[in-house]
């Protein structure tokens, strides 16, 4: 069964599946990237092969999203994987359903902020492309990208969807649910990354020693995997070709607020579209 590690671009997906990977495979709750790649990212090709011909192609790739997950469940064994995929239907086709899905921890990051490292990431030329970027409902990942540098692991096409629309397709459609926001991450590390733990624990039967914890929620900072970019540690985006334009994955941080950043205009545009989730995400 599948634990997804479910949110929208540069929401913190990652930084939840390194504190993960830390306290699960490491053997002191330090962190060096070592392990990451024990949680892939679903969709890629590796899970596709023996059933479409043109990973390319949205219709054969949408028509086994589903044969592709209860091959990855044949063993029955507890798996967690990344994903930004909108939890959608497309025809007669969903993306999961409860037979493949466990559970999920939703990771959320008010969109002011999100906006900014949109822009960051996807090297748009400005923040008004961001902005449509987030606003876009029919918003597809469609160029391949190598998460490790190996072809099993190149991205297939992933839709998206807007901020709104990725948010909703996920929340509570899980019995065992988890909702964890970004702010929180960064401002209340040592009650939200716990709670983290606690679900999986709970879900995985496994115990974690409470000293690997506490160690790995301080390797874990942002701080520290700036630190551990910078010193050529994060495996999976050293190969971007804008890396010598001086590209950072764990770009601002603490430092994004979008009051400081963001045209007032972009953010009220922002606020009105996305008004009723953000309220009920205590974001306005």
Request: hydrophobic fraction near 35%.
């Amino acid at each position: 069964m599948i634990i997804w590690l479910a949110s929208y671009p540069k929401s913190g997906n990652t930084w939840i599946r390194s504190f993960l990977t830390t306290i699960m495979y490491s053997a002191d709750g330090k962190n060096e990237f070592k392990h990451l790649n024990k949680i892939k990212q679903f969709p890629a090709l590796t899970h596709f092969k023996k059933y479409i011909s043109d990973y390319k192609n949205v219709d054969q790739l949408s028509k086994s999203w589903i044969a592709a997950q209860q091959t990855i469940n044949i063993d029955n064994k507890v798996r967690l994987f990344k994903t930004h995929h909108v939890n959608c239907k497309i025809g007669n086709d969903v993306f999961t359903d409860n037979n493949n899905t466990l559970g999920v921890i939703h990771i959320v990051r008010d969109p002011r902020n999100v906006v900014t490292s949109i822009k960051n990431h996807y090297s748009l030329p400005d923040i008004e492309k961001a902005k449509n970027f987030i606003f876009d409902e029919n918003m597809w990942i469609k160029r391949p990208q190598k998460t490790t540098g190996t072809e099993d692991d190149e991205i297939v096409p992933t839709l998206i969807s807007s901020w709104k629309t990725n948010y909703l397709s996920w929340k509570n459609k899980s019995k065992n649910y988890l909702l964890i926001r970004y702010e929180d991450l960064l401002n209340n590390p040592q009650e939200t990354f716990p709670k983290v733990t606690k679900f999986i624990s709970n879900l995985m039967n496994i115990d974690i020693e409470q000293r690997k914890i506490e160690e790995a929620i301080v390797s874990n900072s942002f701080e520290s995997l700036q630190k551990l970019e910078e010193k050529g540690m994060f495996e999976e985006y050293n190969h971007r070709v804008d890396k010598k334009k001086g590209f950072k994955f764990f770009n601002l941080g603490p430092k994004n607020t979008w009051q400081n950043i963001l045209d007032p205009k972009i953010s009220n545009e922002i606020s009105e579209r996305f008004s009723k989730e953000m309220k009920e995400l205590n974001y306005i």
